[in-house]
């Protein structure tokens, strides 16, 4: 069954998923900071809100069409899904495997992205900037 999703709405909607995750490992990584020690006993810190920031970067990247931050982005998911792995044989927490996992998980769209992106290149045309989040906040606010 073929999907229907365009390639742009494919690449657009793995760029809302790393703008996503950015987001989210920077909003645990600023918790840990504010007190939330149990969250910075699972690593997250100073160094996790720099990734976080330059996730969402390659985010915007991918949104934009640019392939460089597309292969970064593959390379960094990748990077961190191995080293999350590797501390789970050291500590044995639930939390890496989780970490590993959502990460394995990110590497997998962004490799299925890569052919598409390059499609789109090909033909001339950018991905779907378009965030249906965005839209029903815009749309709350004009009807107001």
């Given at each position: 069954m073929k999907s229907k999703h365009t390639p742009e709405k494919r690449?657009?909607?793995t760029a809302n998923l790393i703008i996503f995750l950015g987001i989210l490992y920077m909003s645990l990584s600023i918790a840990s900071l504010t007190g939330c020690t149990s969250?910075?006993?699972r690593g997250y810190?100073?160094?996790s809100i720099i990734i976080g920031f330059i996730i969402v970067g390659l985010g915007y990247g991918i949104r934009y069409g640019n392939k460089a931050s597309l292969y970064s982005a593959t390379v960094l998911f990748g990077a961190l899904a191995l080293y999350f792995g590797y501390t789970f044989f050291l500590t044995h927490t639930t939390s890496s495997v989780l970490r590993s996992v959502l990460?394995?998980?990110?590497?997998t769209r962004l490799v299925r992205t890569i052919p598409e992106i390059i499609l789109l290149?090909?033909?001339?045309?950018s991905p779907d900037r378009n965030s249906r989040y965005k839209s029903f906040f815009?749309?709350?606010i004009w009807n107001k």
């Open positions: 690449v657009g909607n969250l910075a006993l810190g100073t160094k990460c394995m998980w990110a590497v290149k090909e033909r001339g045309s815009i749309k709350r």
